[in-house]
Structures are given as C-alpha cells and as structure tokens.
C-alpha cells in the first residue's frame, strides 16, 4: 500500500485516507486559448513508467492538496511538497537523481 506523507499537518496517511488527484504540474488553459491548448489541458496526461509527480489531496485528514513525487514502477516514494510550488524542491530532485542518473526536472505543458 502507498503511504505519503502530508506536508502540511506532517501526518503519514495510507492511500485510503488520500484522494488522488491526478497528475501535478499542469499548465492551465482556459479563456483565450486555443482549442488545442485547450484539449490538451483537459485531456493530456504524462503516463510514465518512472519517476512522476501527482497530485493527492489529504482527504480525510487537513484537506489541503500537495504533491508527490514518486516512482510508478517501484512505489518508491521520493517526497511530499506543497501544491502551491512550480516544480519539486531541490532535495527531491536531488533523491531523484540519485535513484535515476541522468534525470532531469523539466517544464510540464
Ligand atoms: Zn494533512
């Protein structure tokens, strides 16, 4: 079973008390945009056999969104961060990289 760790109310919850809420990082689109950008922020998703980033609600707990780095093949969770961020802090890129040689943190769209 998956277990994260909330980082706001720092409570390890198992992923029953979570709601997954799909992939992080998303670029939004809305009013103004074309139909392509448009689709492509609905629709669109990373699907890797990796390293990704998601995002998880604290569901039963505080109820804040955050954001999890971790690896869909081995379950290894790599960090928990706020939602409120642009990308990974530097200490989970960097346990990425070590776990991953050569990966490197790049623009969602
Ligand atoms: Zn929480």
Not at 34 to 45: A, H, K, N, P, T
Not at 60 to 84: D, E, I, M, P
Request: hydrophobic residues 30%; charged residues 25%; proline residues 6%.
């Amino acid at each position: 079973m998956l277990t994260l760790q909330c980082p706001y109310c720092g409570v390890w919850a198992e992923e029953t008390e979570l709601h997954a809420e799909g992939e992080a990082h998303l670029k939004r689109f809305g009013p103004g945009s074309s139909d392509d950008q448009f689709e492509g922020y609905l629709f669109m998703r990373e699907n890797p056999k990796g390293v990704h980033f998601e995002r998880w609600r604290h569901s039963n707990g505080c109820g804040k969104f955050f954001h999890a780095a971790r690896c869909t093949t081995t379950l290894q969770v790599f960090g928990t961060y706020s939602a409120q961020t642009l990308e990974p802090p530097q200490e989970i890129k960097d346990k990425i990289s070590e776990t991953y040689p050569g990966w490197s943190w790049r623009e969602f769209s």
